[in-house]
């Protein structure tokens, strides 16, 4: 699976990593329609943490994403835009 992160790049993450993805990806949406700010940002780093920890893909390799996540610096109220009931990673 290819992840990028806007303004950072791209990373490879094997496939026996989704299901721990989408875990961290639930952690974060539960935040996000709970409203909590702390929860919000806690989840967040960890998703973008899980992510960075995969295999980082060279600027000049380019590929599809299976998913694209928002920069590090999103609010929460940005985040509530973008997030679906499904979370940011669908599946």
Request: without cysteine; negative net charge.
């Amino acid at each position: 699976m290819i992840v990028r992160i806007m303004g950072e790049g791209q990373w490879r993450l094997a496939d026996e990593k989704v299901d721990q993805l989408n875990a961290v990806d639930t952690d974060l949406e539960k935040a996000v329609s709970a409203g909590d700010e702390e929860g919000f940002r806690a989840a967040f780093a960890a998703l973008l943490a899980f992510v960075r920890g995969g295999e980082r893909v060279p600027d000049d390799d380019l590929h599809d994403s299976d998913a694209i996540l928002p920069p590090g610096d999103s609010s929460l109220a940005e985040m509530r835009e973008l997030i679906s009931g499904d979370g940011l990673i669908a599946g």
